[in-house]
């Protein structure tokens, strides 16, 4: 399937990411996932080695690659130890958000590895490829967690004007026929991430998973209150917190952290798109992705009739 499982702060860890790639789409997670930072080369080895045992089993039908996301914001004082790893075990795929550094490019491309980089308009895209990105996410309006406002259409259309490279789009999609539409507009990849919440492999709290599948996109608040940047939340994780979610004071985004005090925020403040009106359970992965699939297949016959 043409589909990139979004890195999910606090949520992703090596049990989501292999069962991703296991069932054919592309596996990520958030390198600041694994606290301590010397974590993360158990985590990177255990992915490396599980992938490459499963290929060899299966060399009819190969797991898919995996990602790395890293955050490139001054906050992040791990990112050169983070990346160190990347280029140690030759991450098939970076993922930059907030900021577009031409030397994590260069570490990336030393290997061999691909750079996407995701932004929410158009010249934001357009510095990104400037300073070596292989590739783009397009964070379109509805996306879970830090999103922008701009409608897919205009946002994919902005791009292809001038780029014919690898591009993800990102915004309530968790449906096959949502991947469908994803590649209509002109993106390569449907990049979804809130589904994968409601997952067995998760990371998630059985409150959060449960959440997801009760919400729809009714429930999802859009603010830039808990970490100094714009993103969608869950209405009732937001009362639970003791925050009236109709009501949010605006944040400040000379605050914005992605350290510590991010994580504590994310655990009560849960990130979620306005695509999750068709979660309807919790299952595992491979049974999410054939879902997708189906629905992928339903689709394209429907269109073909038309």
Known sequence: MPIIGAPLFIISHPQLVIAQCQAGVVGSMPALNARPASQLDDWLAEITETLAAYNAAHPQQPAAPFAINQIVHKSNDRLAHDMALCVKYKVPIVITSLGARTEINDAAHSYGGVVLHDII???????????????????????????????????????????????ALSGSIATGGAVLAAQALGADFAYIGSAFIATDEARASPAYKQMIVDSSSDDI??????????????????RQAGFDPDALPAGDPSTMNFGADAAKAWKDIWGSGQGIGAVKQVQPV?????????????ARARLALA
Do not use: C, M
């Not at 964070?139 to 791009?159: D, N, T, Y």
């Not at 608040?221 to 937001?238: A, M, Q, R, W």
């Not at 491979?286 to 339903?298: F, G, K, N, P, T």
């Open 121 to 167: 308009n158009n010249a934001f895209a357009r510095k990104a490829i400037e300073k070596g990105a292989d590739g783009l996410i397009a964070v379109a309006a509805g996306a879970g967690g830090h999103a922008g406002v701009k409608s897919p259409f205009a946002l994919i259309q902005e791009i292809r004007e001038w780029f014919d490279g690898p591009v």
């Open 221 to 238: 608040v859009y603010s830039n209150l808990f970490t100094g940047v714009h993103g969608n939340y869950l209405k009732g994780s937001i």
């Open 286 to 298: 491979r049974q999410l992705v054939a879902r997708l699939q189906a629905e992928y297949v339903q």
